[in-house]
């Protein structure tokens, strides 16, 4: 008797997904509990669990459709996966042999495996995912095991030319070009409906400061072998620019504040949240009471954050929340940008690379490692005046760490 394979609950107001990728074919054993699809939702990807042990049957659903909860996807049929196999299959090989050759299943297990950024990146670089050890969870493959494995492609010694590459070479002379059409996937549509609802319903400004990071640089310089030491992970900066904003949003509340209907919501907690590069687009996880952390906390939870974007493992409660944002874009080398805020939340930081500039100290010019801030918000809930003053409190916490220590 078959067993339906049903969208799971994803979360509070969430109705909908998409489906990603199938991780079982038809035909293959399936143990009770092990993840059959992965649906992507308007936040994270989710894996689908099979509800029983068996041998998958047939996708009701295909790659890309929409589903809502409850919906049935698939089934698993009874059996162990042998007397379900296709003749093609049965075929192949002797029964057997099969333990004698594990790298046909690996093969086939890696590639029901790759999610469909994972699988560009291997036709963009030409290597082969049977060859890649995963790193991600459960040992799938990442884009970034796939640019390693290309990079270690590339500096191997090269192998005898082949005749493949003369129809793109005739390509590239007769001067063909090529269009690719991806179907955009469930998180990049909804972080493009809230950006621009963003834009539509709130006032935006921003405002710019500088920031010196003299004082940050020395004492991470000093201090980092240590606190690595004790606490196991490293001393990067975004430890000091949370708890320097978590000290500067006490003092003007307005910019920790969200509007709701005609009332304004002041909270006298700092859920903060962070912008972290994932696979599949930008995601936003909360460090919640963020006030009440150390920085070495903080840099933890960021941490995990990350690691976890990585291989898709963030929960959607993890991404829920939230009363202020702070986008490091500096760490993909941006020089200064206009960030939009993440509705309902009234502001959000931009933090942008470091770079020697030169600056007047004492009436001398000097060379500094300067950092452009840029505080973007709701003019309907913070005035300027807030907004610079928040600035302003920030970049004394950074430029002058001891305050972060006494709370001035």
Request: net charge negative.
């Amino acid at each position: 008797m078959a067993t339906e394979i049903l969208v799971p609950v994803l979360g509070e107001s969430i109705t909908e997904a998409t489906l990603g990728e199938w991780l079982k074919k038809p035909g293959e054993a399936v143990a009770a509990d092990e993840p059959v699809a992965s649906l992507e939702t308007d936040k994270v990807s989710v894996e689908v669990p099979a509800p029983a042990a068996g041998v998958m049957g047939a996708h009701a659903v295909q790659v890309g459709d929409t589903v809502n909860v409850g919906a049935m996807i698939g089934t698993i049929e009874a059996g162990d996966g042998a007397a379900a196999a296709s003749p093609a299959k049965a075929d192949a090989a002797p029964a057997p042999a099969a333990p004698q050759a594990p790298s046909e299943p690996a093969q086939d297990v890696e590639a029901a495996a790759l999610s469909p950024s994972v699988r560009r990146a291997v036709l963009e670089h030409g290597v082969d995912p049977a060859t890649i050890r995963g790193t991600g969870k459960d040992g799938r493959i990442t884009k970034d095991d796939v640019l390693a494995a290309a990079s270690a492609k590339e500096d191997a010694p090269a192998a005898a030319p082949t005749p493949a590459p003369a129809p793109a070479a005739a390509m590239a002379a007769s001067g063909a070009r090529k269009e690719e059409r991806v179907r955009m996937t469930r998180l990049r549509q909804t972080v493009a409906k809230r950006l621009k609802d963003a834009q539509n319903t709130a006032a935006l400004l921003t405002t710019f400061n500088d920031v010196d990071m003299t004082a940050v640089i020395e004492a991470r310089a000093k201090y980092k072998d240590l606190f690595e030491k004790k606490h196991g992970v490293r001393l990067g900066f975004m430890g000091f620019f949370v708890k320097a904003a978590c000290m500067a949003l006490k003092d003007i509340p307005g910019v920790n504040a969200q509007i709701d209907g005609d009332e304004i919501v002041y909270h006298d907690y700092a859920d903060i949240s962070v912008a972290v590069s994932a696979p599949q687009g930008l995601v936003v996880p909360v460090i919640r009471d963020a006030d009440q952390m150390s920085v070495a906390q903080v840099e933890k939870t960021i941490g995990d954050f990350g690691k976890r974007a990585k291989d898709g493992s963030l929960k959607m409660e993890e991404m829920k929340g939230g009363t202020f944002t702070i986008s490091n874009g500096g760490v993909f080398g941006s020089l200064l940008s206009t960030p939009i805020i993440n509705p309902p939340q009234s502001a959000v930081l931009g933090l942008h690379r470091i770079e020697d500039r030169p600056v007047v100290r004492d009436g001398q010019i000097v060379i500094r490692p300067m950092m452009y801030l840029a505080l973007s918000y709701d003019h309907r809930l913070v005035d300027g005046r807030e907004a610079v003053t928040f600035l302003v409190a920030l970049k004394n916490a950074i430029e002058d760490p001891t305050r972060l220590l006494i709370d001035l």
